[in-house]
């Protein structure tokens, strides 16, 4: 059976800039299209800010360095990293990995690299406030439902809140959906990750061992950094991330695989509790768009002319990518851009632009370069290099201290 529906949607709102998705990259989007003097509306389709960083449990912001004691990620990146442990941090891993790692003469030594866990309640209040702070508006529970594109523009965003169904209308858009979802509802051509994304389960629990994180199913981890370990996962099944169906069995699975585990944890500690799980699904890689560039693992230590920013590998010391800006938009809408995990990047380096740190620097980047045009094609490499520059980043290899 069809239902045929016929619409007339109330454009309520308008922005300069409008931003989908209220996870790292999201929050590093708004604040950088905010902060150059930009209206930028953002919307969450949940009530939490941070995405997988906080509603997802996923509570380490991973190296900003290279593991040789250099830090190779500014920015927002840092500034957010900063926030992450303003209120709260975990005295097993401090400051001082990084102190120490930056030592010259101990290069290369199996120090920590520097990391944090956070506590993830905090950084979505911290994020929100800093948000507000800057003229940022926010709207919680709502959900892009469609698009409006004349010809190679967006016009603006069908959204459905508590509210009803309203359209906002903006300069330019950015997509940190994670997912690509503007540019699968705007009919823009997308990459789906090959591999699909193992079953995780993490959750924090309360026992004996007091407060602890548990990444329950962890992630998948590259062959190369396991060695002759075998990783073992909680079901030998994928998901794709891309149907309600399956986000569903996904949760359902997660949550009968943290019982299991408190059960068996139960058998040594009786007072032993799940204390918070997670409330999105634990998805990492599902969708991203197919770029002016495709950045991929072999171009590490690659310069690029139209750098904005670069990214360590938080699996391994000593890989630097420069993120080029051509990744971050697609020939096929000229005011819409991508940050965070649906960047174009090829399977191979798909896992290490996920995560929290190279979601906050390609954040920024499209932020900035939102606020500066609605044309990403058209605008100058250089405008925006420079912008970025005066916000603190470094967008070259070439710019950090030499190794000893």
């Not at 890989?319 to 990047?345: D, H, Q, W, Y």
């Amino acid at each position: 059976m069809m239902i045929e529906e016929t619409l007339k949607t109330e454009v309520r709102e308008s922005a300069d800039v409008l931003v989908a998705g209220g996870g790292i990259a999201g929050i590093a989007a708004a604040l950088a299209a905010a902060r150059q003097g930009k209206r930028v509306i953002l919307l969450e389709r949940g009530f939490l800010l941070g995405g997988l960083a906080t509603a997802g449990l996923v509570t380490i912001y991973l190296p900003l360095c290279d593991g040789y004691g250099r830090q190779v990620s500014f920015g927002l990146a840092e500034e957010l990293l900063r926030l992450s442990v303003a209120n709260y941090a975990d005295g097993k891993r401090g400051y001082e990995n990084w102190i120490v790692s930056s030592d010259p003469a101990k290069r290369g030594v199996k120090d920590p690299r520097f990391e944090v866990n956070f506590n993830p309640s905090l950084l979505a209040i911290d994020a929100e406030r800093l948000l507000l702070s800057e003229g940022v508006k926010i709207l919680y529970g709502t959900t892009v439902v469609a698009t409006k594109c004349e010809g190679d523009r967006m016009r603006a965003v069908i959204v459905e809140n508590k509210s009803g169904r309203s359209a906002i209308a903006a300069a330019s858009f950015v997509d940190a959906t994670g997912d690509a979802d503007l540019a699968h509802l705007a009919g823009i051509p997308t990459v789906t990750f090959s591999r699909g994304n193992v079953l995780a389960a993490w959750y924090y629990s309360y026992g004996k061992d007091g407060y602890v994180l548990r990444p329950h199913g962890f992630c998948e981890t590259p062959a190369a950094a396991l060695g002759k370990e075998k990783q073992v996962f909680l079901t030998e099944r994928r998901f794709t991330g891309l149907s309600a169906e399956e986000n569903s069995e996904l949760c359902e699975m997660a949550h009968a695989a943290i019982l299991s585990d408190v059960k068996k944890h139960r058998a040594e500690d009786p007072d032993y509790q799940p204390v918070n799980i997670a409330s999105i699904p634990e998805l990492r890689m599902t969708r991203r768009i197919a770029g002016v560039y495709t950045l991929a693992e072999r171009e590490v230590h690659t310069p690029f002319a139209d750098s904005v920013g670069m990214v360590s590998d938080w699996r391994r010391r000593g890989p630097v990518f420069e993120v080029p800006f051509g990744t971050l938009f697609s020939p096929k809408m000229k005011n819409l851009i991508f940050a965070g995990r649906c960047t174009s990047v090829e399977d191979d380096i798909w896992d290490i632009m996920r995560v929290i740190p190279c979601c906050a620097v390609t954040g920024e980047a499209a932020g900035v370069a939102a606020a500066l045009s609605d044309d990403f094609s058209a605008l100058k490499t250089e405008k925006l290099q420079s912008a970025l520059r005066a916000a603190g980043v470094k967008l070259h290899e070439s710019e950090l201290p030499p190794l000893g």
